[in-house]
C-alpha cells in the first residue's frame, strides 16, 4: 500500500518537482547565448587573445602591475625610468617558464623567476606599447599579453636628438652581433661591454659610468632559500674596455658588510666574482674547465680596512697580476671599481664583437662565517659547469664621451 502511495505522488508531483531544473537549464542557456551574441561585438582583449597552443592542464595569465593602461611619464632627466612589473600566478614559483617582455615589439627583458621586475630607461619621449610573452624550455611562445599603451615626456636639455640616434644604433649594431653569434641565450641575456676613449678613474667612484650599460637583473643562484629581499643583495654592473684592459664598476647593496678574510678565502666573505670563457665559440660544447677560464674574486676589503684585492681562484691560486682595484664602503652597500689588464688573460685580443662566456656573482655573507647567498647574472652558477655561463659581448660604437660633451657643450667650448 506504501508502494502504490507514493507512485501515485511521484506522477503527481514529477512536474512541479524538476521545474526548478527546467528553469535553471533555460537560464544556463539564455547566458550562453547572450555570451556568444556580445561577444564579437566587445573590443576587449582577452576575446582576442592570439590563438596560442595552450597545453591543456595549464591556462596563462599574467598582468602588469606597473605600467598602468595609458599612464604617462613626466621625466626631467633621461636618467629617470619607467618601472615594469608584472604578475602571473601561473609561473610565479615555476621555473620552467620565461617572461620575454616587449616594448614597441622589441624584446628589452627576458625573466625567469619572481619578482618580474625592472626598470626600462626609455631613451626618447614618445608612445610606447609594452606586452610579455610566456616561453617554456623549448623557447616556445604558450601565451602572450594583451599591449599596454604608454607614454614617456622627457623634458630638459638632456634629451639632445644625437643621443637618441646614437642609443638606435647601438641597438641595431647590438642586434647584428647577436644574429650571427653563437651564444647561451637560455642562460642569460648577454652583457655588453662598450669600448671606451677615456679609461675610468679606478677610485670606487661612479661618475665615469654614466653612459655605460648597466646590469641589474641578478638572480639568487646558490643557497637562495637565503635570500629576502634586494637590500640583503643585488647589484649594479657596468663595464667597458679598451685594447689594454678589461673595466667594471660594481655598486652592491648588502645589508651587513662581512669580510673576516683575506687572499685565498675572500670568497668566503662579501664578494665579488668573475667566472669567464675566454674562448667560447672553440669550447662551446665543452662545460668543463679549462686553460683559458677564469674564475677571479674580489673583495672590497675586509672588516678591519684593509685594501681592496683580487684572487684568481682559475687557473693560477694568486691574485690577479696588473689588476687596479678600489672600494667604497658605506651604510646598506659597497662599490668595487677595477681594471684588469688584458695580459691576463692570454687567449683574448679585445676587439669590437669579441663574444665570451661570462657571469658575475655577488657572494654574500652577513652573520655566519661563510657565504648565505650566491646572486648571479646568469639563471645558475655552477662553477663546475662552464655551460651554464651567461655572455659577455664588447662593441665598439665609437666615442660616446666626446659626443655627449660636444652636444651639451657646444656653446662653452666656441669661446677661443
Ligand atoms: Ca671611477
Ligand atoms: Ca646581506
Ligand atoms: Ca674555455
Ligand atoms: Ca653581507
Do not use: H
Given at each position: ?5 507514493k507512485?501515485?505522488?511521484?506522477q503527481?508531483?514529477?512536474?512541479l518537482?524538476r521545474?526548478?531544473y ?22 576587449l582583449?582577452?576575446f ?9 592542464e ?8 606597473s605600467?598602468?593602461k595609458?599612464?604617462?611619464f613626466?621625466f626631467?632627466s633621461i636618467?629617470?625610468?619607467?618601472p615594469?612589473e ?6 610565479e614559483?615555476?621555473n ?6 616587449y616594448?614597441?615589439?622589441?624584446l628589452v627583458?627576458?625573466?625567469n623567476?619572481?619578482?618580474f621586475?625592472?626598470n626600462w630607461?626609455?631613451s626618447q619621449t ?6 610579455a610573452?610566456?616561453?617554456?624550455k ?7 599579453s594583451e ?9 630638459g636639455a638632456?634629451s639632445?636628438?644625437?643621443t637618441s ?5 647601438i ?9 650571427k653569434?653563437?651564444y647561451r641565450s ?5 652583457i655588453f661591454?662598450l669600448?671606451?676613449?677615456?679609461p675610468?678613474?679606478?677610485?670606487g667612484?661612479?661618475?665615469d ?8 637583473s641578478f638572480?639568487?643562484?646558490i643557497?637562495k632559500?637565503n635570500y629576502?629581499?634586494?637590500?640583503d ?8 674596455w679598451?685594447?689594454?684592459n678589461y673595466y667594471f664598476?660594481?655598486k ?11 687572499t685565498?678565502?675572500?670568497?668566503k666573505?662579501d664578494?665579488?666574482v668573475?667566472?669567464i670563457d675566454?674562448e667560447l665559440?672553440?669550447d ?9 677560464d677564469?674564475?677571479i674574486?674580489?673583495?672590497a ?5 684593509s685594501?681592496?684585492e683580487?684572487?684568481v681562484r ?19 652597500g659597497y662599490?668595487i671599481?677595477g681594471?684588469i689588464?688584458?695580459y691576463?688573460m ?7 664583437e669579441?663574444?665570451m662566456g ?8 652577513d652573520n655566519?662565517e661563510?657565504?648565505?647567498l650566491?646572486v648571479?647574472s646568469?639563471?645558475q652558477?655552477?662553477f ?16 660616446l664621451?666626446?659626443d655627449?660633451q660636444s652636444?651639451?657643450t657646444?656653446?662653452?667650448?666656441k669661446?677661443?
Amino acid at each position: 500500500m506504501n508502494n502504490n502511495d507514493k507512485k501515485l505522488r511521484k506522477q503527481k508531483t514529477f512536474f512541479l518537482d524538476r521545474f526548478p531544473y527546467i528553469i535553471f537549464i533555460l537560464i544556463i542557456g539564455l547566458t550562453l547565448l547572450i555570451f556568444f551574441i556580445v561577444k564579437d561585438k566587445l573590443p576587449l582583449s582577452f576575446f582576442s587573445k592570439k590563438p596560442v597552443a595552450v597545453v591543456a592542464e595549464n591556462s596563462f595569465d599574467l598582468y602588469f602591475a606597473s605600467p598602468a593602461k595609458n599612464q604617462s611619464f613626466d621625466f626631467v632627466s633621461i636618467n629617470e625610468t619607467v618601472p615594469i612589473e608584472i604578475k602571473g600566478k601561473d609561473i610565479e614559483n615555476n621555473n620552467n617558464y620565461n617572461l620575454n617582455i616587449y616594448i614597441n615589439s622589441k624584446l628589452v627583458k627576458t625573466l625567469n623567476a619572481s619578482p618580474f621586475k625592472f626598470n626600462w630607461n626609455p631613451s626618447q619621449t614618445g608612445a610606447y606599447d609594452i606586452y610579455a610573452e610566456i616561453t617554456d624550455k623549448n623557447n616556445k611562445v604558450v601565451y602572450a599579453s594583451e599591449k599596454i599603451p604608454f607614454a614617456v615626456d622627457i623634458k630638459g636639455a638632456n634629451s639632445a636628438e644625437s643621443t637618441s640616434l646614437e642609443n638606435v644604433n647601438i641597438e641595431e649594431k647590438k642586434n647584428k652581433i647577436l644574429e650571427k653569434t653563437s651564444y647561451r641565450s637560455q642562460n642569460a641575456p648577454p652583457i655588453f661591454a662598450l669600448k671606451c676613449y677615456t679609461p675610468p678613474v679606478i677610485d670606487g667612484n661612479l661618475d665615469d659610468w654614466n653612459l655605460y650599460e648597466k646590469f641589474s637583473s641578478f638572480t639568487p643562484t646558490i643557497l637562495k632559500e637565503n635570500y629576502t629581499n634586494a637590500k640583503d643583495c643585488s647589484g649594479v654592473f657596468s663595464s667597458c674596455w679598451d685594447k689594454d684592459n678589461y673595466y667594471f664598476f660594481i655598486k652592491v647593496t648588502d645589508d651587513v658588510y662581512n669580510q673576516p678574510y683575506n687572499t685565498n678565502q675572500i670568497n668566503k666573505g662579501d664578494s665579488v666574482v668573475f667566472v669567464i670563457d675566454t674562448e667560447l665559440e672553440k669550447d662551446f660544447n665543452i662545460p668543463f674547465l679549462n686553460g683559458d677560464d677564469f674564475q677571479i674574486e674580489f673583495s672590497a676589503g675586509d672588516n678591519s680596512g684593509s685594501a681592496p684585492e683580487s684572487f684568481v681562484r682559475w687557473p693560477s691560486n694568486a691574485p690577479l697580476k696588473g689588476a687596479i682595484l678600489a672600494s667604497k664602503k658605506y651604510s646598506g652597500g659597497y662599490t668595487i671599481e677595477g681594471s684588469i689588464p688584458w695580459y691576463a688573460m692570454p687567449a683574448v685580443t679585445a676587439a669590437d664583437e669579441l663574444v665570451m662566456g661570462f657571469t658575475v656573482s655577488i657572494f654574500d655573507t652577513d652573520n655566519m662565517e661563510s657565504t648565505e647567498l650566491v646572486v648571479s647574472s646568469s639563471k645558475q652558477f655552477d662553477f663546475n659547469n662552464v655551460s651554464t655561463l651567461g655572455t659577455l659581448i664588447l662593441i665598439d660604437v665609437g666615442d660616446l664621451q666626446k659626443d655627449s660633451q660636444s652636444s651639451s657643450t657646444t656653446e662653452t667650448t666656441k669661446g677661443n
